[in-house]
């Protein structure tokens, strides 16, 4: 390691990032077995849950009544700019890791850390939560026989614990990590199974509204609103005002309420980032992982829209159910028995949304297991299976204890935290990582496909580097707004400076937004000022990230619109995340103490890239995971560049 004081040598480890250069992408331990289109129903299973049986309901009443389905569309485009972001990574580093790795190659190790970290929260609590919310519905089916023996014999009276220990969702999870455990083919044909159930299911209630639903629920009078909650306040002890359900119209509550429904409609998207945590099993990843994460998008857009225009059209929003609105909904048609098909239904999504939460735990935890980040014994991988199976079986333990011990209402925030983060970091990298100077993956074998588009850039990679060696040191403001051409370390440096300024400039946006919101609709100057500086600043920073060149590496798939779509979705990602009350982020303090002690006690010095940079002088200076090509060897080696193709890794298409 080159001479350093230990100060430097410390951050130095904490922003060492992933060298996979060196790595071939076609390699992997794990089975490559699953398709494309097994992507697009885990996607869609993960997505697609439970919610789709109880939010919309939910949102129309309370927020945007028939303008739900312009809320879901909101979501989904908020969604689609993440969405796309982890396209782009998946066809550029097909590996198991998904956010994780991603963070890794690009930002450094210790937000990798954190981010891993955050995910594998999310899938606990999401596992855990889901599991309860399975065994509850199933209960309600039998008319509450198991919370009612359970409740009498097993009752647990303590704070933070549940009101009794759930056997049935500890037995679900256990089944399904076996399950996964057994083999990631069997378990991809038991996802499509339950997705297909559930998506016929939403199939039905969407062609139902055609045939019971009035256009005219999306056309209702205040008046009418205001007699028929009249008469539901008088048949009913909790019911609500005339006034509380808005004007009328498609939009009762305005343009803000539709707001509001979209800011809640987003979650209902996340889920598909679990497909980026298949890159070591999935064939011909660079393709499949963009096209499934795309596809399974637009899926559960339609169907959200569809589910909610049901609903709306069925019946007026504002006597719509929050809890069970369909079987509510087709009571009111007087389709009562269709409330069985929605049952089935809901239980299939809970299970596609339970497989879509355990599936993805173990491959973050052996990620960063193999990296050397957490307890090597979770990266083991069993011979026959070809799955990280004490991974799988670890996790899943944990996430049955919770769902057995705890309650997790007081938890299914956190979820939203990690989820958001990965967000925001995968869309930063994009940022960065279109901006570098040069970017190399692998030594791919010789493709004829390839060697076109590689002579056809080779040009341009030498004009590259030609700039690379004459670039100036100098940093100044004709350089900020008039770069090269060509991406050159200068320019790289600045892109990373402009967009960790952008963070801050989008953090003080969403505290100014959602704290200062009543100073701001009261026209104080001061708000209204500082306002202005922050909106002016932000634009002004996209603008000049835009002005710097960006890299011409070609992939299967890339973000369009940079910089503005990832930097609108890190907007978004950032501003969910402050609307989060204070006791959830200290809830996540506490998480996060708790991972920074495995970090600094084992992770930083077990690290796989720590023992690289040991062993390499040059690797304690750069780390990069993206490798400057060398200047000169380009100049010198042209013959070679057919058969070292830089700017496309290689495709895995063969079978497992």
């Given at each position: ?12 480890c ?6 996979v ?15 494309t289109v ?16 109880v ?13 739900i389905?312009?809320s ?5 485009l ?19 890791g ?36 399975w065994?509850?519905?199933f ?10 023996f ?9 704070p ?13 999870i ?7 455990s057994?083999?990631?083919k069997e378990?991809?044909w ?19 509204s ?19 909650t ?19 119209g498609?939009?009762p ?18 889920g ?21 994460i ?18 709306t ?5 504002c006597l ?20 069985y ?56 333990a ?8 705890f ?5 299914v ?6 989820t ?10 994009v940022l960065?990582l ?11 074998k010789y ?11 080779r ?8 700039i ?48 200062g919101?009543?100073?701001i ?23 000049l990230i835009?002005?710097q060149?960006q ?24 501003y969910?995340m ?11 303090s ?17 690290s796989?890239?720590?023992h690289?940079s ?5 690797s304690?200076?750069e780390?990069?995971g993206?490798?400057?090509?060398k200047p000169?060897e ?5 013959e070679n ?16």
């Amino acid at each position: 390691m080159l001479p350093c004081g230990p100060a430097l040598s410390f951050v130095r480890c904490l922003v060492r990032k992933k060298n996979v250069s060196g790595e071939s992408l076609e390699d992997s331990r794990l089975c490559r077995c699953l398709s494309t289109v097994d992507l697009i129903a885990l996607g869609v299973g993960s997505t697609l849950g439970a919610g789709v049986y109880v939010l919309a309901g939910e949102v129309a009443k309370s927020d945007s009544g028939p303008s739900i389905i312009v809320s879901f569309l909101i979501a989904a485009l908020a969604s689609v700019m993440a969405g796309l972001c982890y396209a782009e990574f998946g066809a550029r580093v097909p590996k198991t890791g998904s956010a994780y790795l991603y963070t890794y190659v690009t930002v450094g190790e210790l937000w990798a850390f954190i981010t891993g970290w955050n995910l594998i929260l999310s899938y606990v609590i999401g596992t855990s939560s889901v599991a309860r919310a399975w065994s509850g519905t199933f209960d309600e089916l039998l008319g509450k026989q198991i919370g009612i023996f359970f409740g009498t014999y097993f009752t647990m009276n303590y704070p933070g614990l549940a009101e009794y220990p759930d056997f049935f969702a500890v037995f679900l999870i256990l089944l399904l990590s076996g399950l996964l455990s057994f083999g990631v083919k069997e378990s991809a044909w038991v996802n499509k199974i339950f997705t297909a159930v559930n998506i016929l299911v939403l199939l039905f209630v969407i062609i139902s509204s055609f045939v019971k639903g009035d256009p005219d629920n999306w056309k209702i009078s205040e008046e009418h609103i205001m007699n028929i909650t009249a008469i539901k306040t008088n048949n009913s002890t909790y019911g609500k005002g005339p006034n509380t359900y808005g004007s009328g119209g498609f939009m009762p509550y305005g343009f803000t309420g539709t707001l509001a429904g979209a800011a809640t409609c987003f979650y209902a998207f996340v889920g598909f980032d679990c497909i980026a945590t298949t890159g070591e099993e999935v064939k011909n990843p660079q393709k499949a992982i963009p096209i499934g994460i795309v596809v399974s998008l637009l899926i559960c857009f339609m169907a959200y829209f569809g589910v909610s225009a049901a609903l709306t059209l069925m019946m007026p929003y504002c006597l719509l159910d929050e809890k069970s609105p369909l079987p509510v909904a087709f009571e009111y048609v007087g389709w009562g028995p269709a409330k069985y098909v929605v049952a089935v239904g809901s239980l299939c999504a809970l299970s596609t949304s339970l497989i879509g939460s355990i599936f993805p735990m173990p491959r973050v935890i052996y990620a960063m297991a193999k990296d050397g980040l957490l307890f090597k014994c979770l990266a083991q991988i069993n011979s026959k299976t070809k799955t990280p199976l004490i991974a799988t079986l670890s996790s899943g333990a944990v996430a049955a204890i919770m769902a057995f011990l705890f309650d997790l209402k007081a938890l299914v925030d956190m979820m939203s935290i990690g989820t958001l983060l990965a967000y925001s970091l995968v869309a930063t990298c994009v940022l960065i990582l279109r901006y570098q100077p040069s970017l190399t993956y692998e030594e791919p074998k010789y493709s004829p496909e390839k060697a076109a588009l590689a002579a056809s850039e080779r040009e341009s990679a030498v004009s590259e580097s030609q700039i690379n060696m004459i670039q100036e040191n100098h940093f100044s403001l004709q350089t900020l707004i008039n770069p090269s051409r060509l991406p050159t370390d200068q320019t790289s440096t600045t892109v990373k400076f402009l967009v960790g300024l952008l963070a801050c400039l989008v953090c003080g946006l969403s505290v100014l937004t959602t704290y200062g919101i009543n100073y701001i609709a009261n026209f104080e100057p001061w708000s209204i000022g500082l306002l202005a500086v922050l909106v002016a600043s932000f634009i002004i920073t996209i603008l000049l990230i835009h002005r710097q060149p960006q890299n011409q590496q070609k992939v299967a798939f890339m973000v369009p619109l940079l910089p503005f779509l990832p930097s609108f979705s890190i907007l978004v990602n950032i501003y969910l995340m402050v609307q989060l009350s204070a006791d959830t982020w200290i809830r996540f303090s506490i998480w996060m103490v708790f991972g920074f002690l495995i970090y600094f006690a084992y992770g930083i010095r077990h690290s796989l890239e720590g023992h690289r940079s040991n062993s390499d002088d040059d690797s304690c200076s750069e780390n990069s995971g993206l490798q400057e090509k060398k200047p000169m060897e380009e100049v010198d080696e042209p013959e070679n560049a057919n058969e070292s193709d830089q700017f496309l890794a290689h495709e895995r298409t063969s079978e497992c």
